[in-house]
Structures are given as C-alpha cells and as structure tokens.
C-alpha cells in the first residue's frame, strides 16, 4: 500500500522545484530573444526617436504665433481654405469667377499643387492644379473629371488663409515678434523683434487677424537676439 502511494498519487517537492525553474528559465529567455529581435528589426522604436505621422524621424515638436512673413510655397498641399475679398478673377478650368461681387469670398481646395505667394495681408501669386474646388459653398467640378488648373489674375487681399496636410518649409528666417511653444509646452519662449530661423517644418500653417500659425514639427530651432535660443536635432 505505501508503494502504491508514492507511485500514484504523492508529487515529489524537487519534481515541482524543477518545474519552476524550467518555467522561469523559459520566460526568461523568450524576453531576451524578443529584445534581441526588436533591437535588430526596427518594428518597435527603442532608439528614442519621435514618430510623426506613423514615419520615424528625428523632429522636435513646435508650435508658434508669429508675424507674417514674405512667404512662397511650390509643393503640393491636402487642403487649402481662403477668405477675403479681391477685385480680381478667379479661374477654374475655362471657368471664369468674378470675386468682386462679394465682399468676403470663401475658397476651399482640396489637393492643390501649385505655387502660393503671400505677405501679411495678399496673395501675390496663385497657379496650379487641383482635384475640388468650392467657391462660396458651391463645388466646381471638372468636366474631364482630371485635376483642374486654377489661378488669381490679381492680387486677392486675405483675412484667413489655412494651409494643412504635412506642408513642407525647407527653411525659414526674418525677425519678428510672438510665442514659440516646443514639445507640447515644455519649453515656452517669448520673442521680441529678434530673427528666428526655422530648419525643416513640417505641419499645418494658420494666418489670420495678422497672425501666423505654425502647427508641426522642425529639425531646429535658432533665434538671433536677446533670447539667444539654439536647438537641433543630430
């Protein structure tokens, strides 16, 4: 009878000890090979480098209020939105739209490609081609339903324009004046009449009531003058 206990029904102490350590043992090295595997990889970001956008890049984290810079953009941008009034036509395809019967125009564009030159207060120059177009709530469509030319034969005097989608800036330097917010306010700088130079922006641009917008990221950062502010990105 004590045979048969210990044969059936009795589990030895160092059988359960050894299942342990076998158990740990195994844990341990399934971590180690799942930590070599995504070093080696590159599927999980152990590096400490910023995603933006699902791309891995090294970019700081910026957003500012400045003046209104000279500015001219030739790149293509996800959506566009004016408001304002101008004396001048607008042309979509072999349609021609009369802006000066309103006092206050809204364009939308969606998927434009083209040129875009502006200051504080116009658009100087505005040629390209774009995919949708709404003038004053109403969508313009293009026959051959292919992307359509559309331009300004003047000046149009702006009080909100919106550029958005990834717009790229390879680099941008003027004095001016504003708030300059990096890594969602950790680092808050008033600027005052001081040159700020911005190395490879990337984001969304807002001018309104005077103001400008940059909503993005950079890869650095110097502003020349009482701040004396120098940051990059190896």
Do not use: C, W
């Amino acid at each position: 009878m004590v045979g048969e206990y210990f044969e059936e029904d009795a589990i030895s102490p160092y059988q359960s000890r050894y299942k342990l350590k076998l158990f740990v043992f195994i844990v341990f090295v399934g971590i180690i090979l799942l930590l070599v595997y995504t070093s080696f990889s590159g599927n999980f970001p152990l590096t400490g480098k910023a995603i933006v956008e699902n791309i891995t890049v090294d970019r700081i984290k910026f957003n500012a209020d400045l003046t209104i810079p000279h500015l001219k953009l030739d790149n293509k941008i996800e959506s566009l939105r004016i408001k304002g009034s101008s004396n001048s036509f607008f042309y979509v395809g072999d349609q021609k739209f009369n802006l000066e019967d309103l006092e206050n125009n809204y364009i939308v564009l969606i998927d434009y490609d083209g040129k875009i030159y502006f200051d504080k207060a116009n658009i100087f120059e505005f040629s390209g081609k774009v995919n949708k177009t709404i003038i004053n709530g109403i969508p313009i469509t293009s026959k051959s339903g292919k992307d359509t030319k559309v331009y300004f034969d003047g000046n149009f005097s702006y009080d909100l324009l919106e550029i958005n989608g990834d717009v790229p800036i390879r680099r941008l330097s003027y004095v001016t004046s504003g708030k300059i917010n990096l890594n969602k306010g950790k680092n808050i700088f008033d600027i005052d009449n001081e040159e700020v130079i911005i190395d490879s922006f990337i984001g969304d641009l807002e001018l309104n009531r005077r103001k400008f917008n940059m909503d993005g990221y950079v890869k650095g950062l110097n502003v020349v003058g009482d701040s004396a502010i120098s940051i990059g990105m190896n």
